[in-house]
Antibody, heavy 120, light 107 residues
Framework: EVQLVESGGGLVQPGGSLRLSCAAS????????MHWVRQAPGKGLMWVSR????????AYEESVKGRFTISRDNAKNTVYLQMNSLRAEDTGVYSC?????????????WGQGTLVTVSS | DVQLTQSPSSLSASVGDRVTFTCRAS??????LNWYQQKPGKAPTLLIY???NLQSGVPARFSGSGSGTDFTLTISSLQPEDFATYYC?????????FGQGTRLEIK
């Protein structure tokens, strides 16, 4: 069974940093791209970032470009999201998601998410 | 970026009703449109992928159609467990984008 478990969320002041982790199991981790998606409280879904299976190819949503860095450790079956220069509008639940295949693919499953709150 | 506009934003319906949601893309995305269901406090779950393909384990009362810029999700006979928020997602262009969601409520 595929499982995705996020951790690392918490309360951080504006301008601060956090590193989120997503531990994966139940599939050949290094063969799959991985994605991060954010959901602000009471709001919709926003794609944040993705990384290729070998970590060589990444992409970001414009509002986080230059502040967030996605990475992975295939030996630990874990994908990370390093978040710097955090802003109040970065508040939300961050979930990792597994695309069904390479290329243009739907997300299944999603992790339950970890809550990031940016506030003074 | 591709904007996805879902309508309606919310909908009240009764058990047994047939309901249809729409998702309109700001430019053609071929058939690369997916639908998800999200219940409060839970992660989204995949219903339909690539416009019309029913995800394994999803009841057959869910169906999807469309291509290009206009897509629909239909629930043929609402069940109590279907009351949730529904999101469309395009995966044709980067950045991947989502619609704002349609909240389905019990009448």
């Amino acid at each position: 069974e595929v499982q995705l478990v996020e951790s690392g969320g918490g309360l951080v002041q504006p301008g601060g940093s956090l590193r989120l982790s997503c531990a994966a199991s139940g599939f050949t981790f290094s063969s799959y791209w991985m994605h991060w998606v954010r959901q602000a409280p009471g709001k919709g879904l926003m794609w944040v970032s993705r990384i290729s299976g070998d970590g060589s190819d990444t992409a970001y949503e414009e509002s986080v470009k230059g502040r967030f860095t996605i990475s992975r450790d295939n030996a630990k079956n874990t994908v990370y999201l390093q978040m710097n220069s955090l802003r109040a509008e970065d508040t939300g639940v961050y979930s990792c998601a597994l695309p069904a295949r390479g290329g243009k693919a739907w997300f299944d499953p999603w992790g339950q998410g970890t809550l990031v709150t940016v506030s003074s | 970026d591709v904007q996805l506009t879902q309508s309606p934003s919310s909908l009240s319906a009764s058990v047994g009703d047939r309901v249809t949601f729409t998702c309109r893309a700001s430019q053609s995305i071929s058939s690369y449109l997916n639908w998800y269901q999200q219940k409060p406090g839970k992660a989204p779950t995949l219903l339909i992928y690539v416009a019309s393909n029913l995800q394994s384990g999803v009841p057959a009362r869910f169906s999807g159609s469309g291509s290009g810029t206009d897509f629909t999700l239909t629930i043929s006979s609402l069940q109590p467990e279907d009351f949730a928020t529904y999101y469309c997602q395009q995966i044709y262009f980067t950045p991947i984008t989502f619609g704002q969601g349609t909240r389905l409520e019990i009448k």
